[in-house]
């Protein structure tokens, strides 16, 4: 019966909505907090002369993202070759 009335319905609701968004937020500290301690690992595998292909495979992140982070820890870096014409 309690389920007619728009005020429970609404206060079910919203303390839904605050479950889920304090548990987003513990989410995102954890995904931040991980993230660097991913790019603190692929700078020092980097370093040990690991492949870069192994590390975008075991990181799981983007190219872009592992060479932004290597070239703003100052690895050594090849410079990129030029695209060839088909």
Known sequence: ???????????AALQRV???GARRTALVAE???????LREACIEAARAQASRKRLRELSGVSHAYL???LRDAGVDMKPRRPRKKP
């Open 67 to 69: 060479y932004d982070w």
């Open 1 to 11: 019966m309690s389920d007619d009335i728009p005020e429970v319905r609404a206060t």
């Open 18 to 20: 605050a479950t889920l």
């Open 31 to 37: 995904t931040a907090q991980v993230t660097a301690e």
